[in-house]
T-cell receptor
């Protein structure tokens, strides 16, 4: 199946700093990528839909200025957590689907963010 | 609103069979996925149903009834490694994935 690579897998940062997470589709072009956040023992929560060449579409309640998403190419989307706080500590996962929308979602490995 | 219901947790015995149910109410339907997720890892694809009926894939089978808004995942010959969360996700009319909260499956020897 298709491969989506997410980096880094784990990151620890100090409160107030910014962290960038990369999501790459390695063997297909993803015009759309999705960013999820997952709290312990909870399901995936869609944060935003990243569209190549245009602004991301954020879900209600997600701060656009805090979670910056850039989808500059057909194979790369980035999520930057700005001015991170301990409550931003979570598991962040990206996913992408083949164009068409009705196929399985391929997931990155996820990033465990810990803000201290 | 859109809603997907799954049991929060289930327990089964190694070697046995378990059925995990998923009911949904969504704006449109373009398919239903089952994913497996081990703790601390990303979900992995198990199955995709878009037509009514049973899809069998090795020890795992998935069933769909669109008229009832119902699906189940059937796991046979359970192994300890099957201990994980199982997520049901529906593709709605906008081709967005709507996720259930997941069912934590505990396998006991």
């Amino acid at each position: 199946g298709a491969v989506v690579s997410q980096h880094p897998s784990r990151v620890i940062c100090k409160s107030g700093t910014s962290v960038k997470i990369e999501c790459r589709s390695l063997d297909f072009q993803a015009t759309t990528m999705f960013w999820y956040r997952q709290f312990p023992k909870k399901s995936l929560m869609l944060m935003a839909t990243s569209n190549e060449g245009s602004k991301a579409t954020y879900e209600q309640g997600v701060e656009k200025d805090k979670f910056l998403i850039n989808h500059a190419s057909l194979t790369l989307s980035t999520l930057t957590v700005t001015s991170a706080h301990p409550e931003d500590s979570s598991f962040y996962i990206c996913s992408a689907r083949y164009p068409g929308g009705d196929t399985e979602a391929f997931f990155g490995q996820g990033t465990r963010l810990t803000v201290v | 609103g859109q809603n997907i219901d799954q049991p929060t947790e289930m327990t089964a015995t190694e070697g046995a069979i378990v059925q995990i149910n998923c009911t949904y109410q969504t704006s449109g339907f373009n398919g239903l996925f089952w994913y497996q997720q081990h703790a601390g890892e990303a979900p992995t694809f198990l199955s995709y149903n878009v037509l009514d009926g049973l899809e069998e894939k090795g020890r795992f089978s998935s069933f769909l009834s669109r008229s009832k808004g119902y699906s189940y995942l059937l796991l046979k010959e359970l192994q300890m490694k099957d201990s994980a969360s199982y997520l049901c996700a529906v593709v709605d009319s906008n081709y967005q994935l709507i996720w259930g909260a997941g069912t934590k499956l505990i396998i006991k020897p």
